[in-house]
């Protein structure tokens, strides 16, 4: 199972690069770069929110559940 991060499908939808997400937010374009290649083990949620604005989307925009489908229920 694994989150994904689709800052990049947001960030081409509202034709913004990285580094004016980066300015908006005001995180590290470093930081920035660890959370949209799925490499954060967390956002905060103030973090979160500052995207969504800057982005003017929901948060399921950003984040989406992809689950094993090897796995049984």
Do not use: F, H
């Amino acid at each position: 199972m694994a989150i994904i991060i689709n800052i990049d499908v947001m960030l081409a939808k509202r034709k913004m690069s990285v580094t004016e997400l980066s300015e908006r937010v005001g995180i590290t374009m470093a930081n920035l770069s660890v959370l949209k290649n799925g490499k954060a083990k967390a956002i905060r949620l103030s973090t979160l929110e500052a995207i969504c604005k800057a982005l003017d989307c929901q948060p399921g925009d950003i984040l989406e559940y992809q689950g094993d489908e090897n796995t049984e229920d």
